[in-house]
């Protein structure tokens, strides 16, 4: 079993920065990707941004150039460095692990961009 802690969610002004955290637990080995997703209130659960064990990242016409997906060297702990938050960004950030051929995913990080 793979837990997953999320952090860095909160209220940010518009225009403004944050960075999500998402730890694993154990090694990354067998871990063939890791991402983010987030859900909008009345609205269905959407990928933001991807990153294989390969190094290879995919985002959301949404977020490109505004995110940014990274990872650890330990391959563990995905970020995701979100800048020039606005509005419709505000929704519960969600972290996945694909490890072993099996799906992980957080609790989940709410946040708000709201003046």
């Known amino acids: 079993q793979v837990q997953l802690v999320e952090s860095g969610g909160g209220l940010v002004q518009p225009g403004g920065s944050l960075r999500l955290s998402c730890a694993t637990s154990g090694s990354g080995f067998g871990i063939t990707g890791m991402g983010w997703y987030r859900q909008a209130p009345g609205k269905q659960r959407e990928l933001v941004a991807v990153?294989?064990?390969?190094?290879?990242?995919n985002y959301a016409d949404a977020v490109k150039v505004r995110f940014t997906i990274s990872r650890d060297n330990a391959k563990t702990t995905v970020y995701l460095q979100m800048n020039s938050l606005n509005s419709e960004d505000t929704a519960v950030y969600y972290c996945?692990?694909?490890?072993?051929?099996?799906?992980?995913w957080g609790q989940g990080t709410q946040v708000t961009v709201s003046s």
């Open positions: 990153i294989t064990s390969g190094g290879t990242t």
């Open positions: 996945k692990v694909w490890k072993n051929g099996v799906d992980y």
